[in-house]
């Protein structure tokens, strides 16, 4: 299996754009996906397949891939945007995959 | 509507077991697997493993092997995730979430969680 490496914390102020990392070793074989989770609450996907937004997440929510780093980018960051993101990836060299998460990253609006 | 309902929070002592519950509705159950994830006060996303609703298969996170199992009763469309030899540090919110996996596994996700369960282990 792998690690995928998050930020601890990222802080960015109302209506600027925030990005979110994440870095691993065997992410060009596999997509990664992203999840916000807030206070008290289960986590909701917000990105799929490195680039994809589920519908109903905002528009301001964008993912992008180069190399082994993956990023979340929100533009426009909201004061709702404050919230917990993890990466997820899997391996999938045995027979199922194991799923990896990051260690996350604390959103914070100043 | 699409949903996870999950069983009620638990107390444990040390070395006890605990079964926790997660009940489908909204969609069929046996086109999806299953996967628990737990997270400890304060922590990160920790993945547990995965189960098949259509056959059983599972798949544990090395960690957890010999001290987890997780079934499904497709009758009542509802997967159970057993813990045995709790710890302290196995106190935690436990979630189940529905997994999007396509054939090639090149995507493996979670597009529908519960909304969790905690588990206090304590003597």
């Known amino acids: 299996s792998y690690e995928l490496t998050q930020p601890p914390s990222v802080s960015v102020s109302p209506g600027q754009t925030a990005r979110i990392t994440c870095s691993a070793d065997?992410?060009?074989?596999?997509?990664a996906y992203w999840y916000q989770q807030k206070p008290g609450q289960a986590p909701v996907l917000v990105i799929y397949?490195?680039?994809e937004r589920p519908s109903g997440i905002p528009e301001r929510f964008s993912g992008s891939s180069s190399g082994t780093t993956v990023t979340l980018t929100i533009s426009g960051v909201q004061a709702e945007d404050e919230a917990d993101y993890y990466c997820?990836?899997?391996?999938?060299?045995?027979?199922?995959?194991?799923?990896?998460f990051g260690g996350g990253t604390k959103l914070t609006v100043l | 509507q699409v949903q996870l309902v999950q069983s009620g929070a638990e107390v444990k002592k040390p070395g006890a077991s605990v079964k926790v519950s997660c009940k489908a509705s909204?969609?069929?159950?046996?086109?999806?697997?299953i996967s628990w994830v737990r997270q400890a006060p304060g922590q990160g996303l920790e993945w547990m493993g995965w189960?098949?609703?259509?056959?059983?298969?599972?798949n544990y996170a090395q960690k957890l092997q010999g001290r987890v199992t997780m079934t499904t009763d497709t009758s009542t469309s509802t997967a159970y995730m057993e813990l045995r030899s709790l710890r302290s540090d196995d106190t935690a919110v436990y979630y189940c979430?529905?997994?999007?996996?396509?054939?090639?596994?090149?995507?493996?996700?979670?597009?529908?969680w519960g909304r969790g369960t905690l588990v206090t282990v304590s003597s």
């Open positions: 979430a529905r997994v999007y996996s396509t054939v090639d596994n090149t995507n493996w996700y979670f597009d529908l």
């Open positions: 909204g969609y069929t159950f046996t086109s999806y697997g």
């Open positions: 189960i098949s609703a259509y056959n059983g298969n599972t």
């Open positions: 065997a992410l060009p074989k596999q997509y």
């Open positions: 397949k490195d680039s």
């Open positions: 997820q990836s899997a391996d999938s060299s045995g027979t199922y995959p194991d799923v990896v």
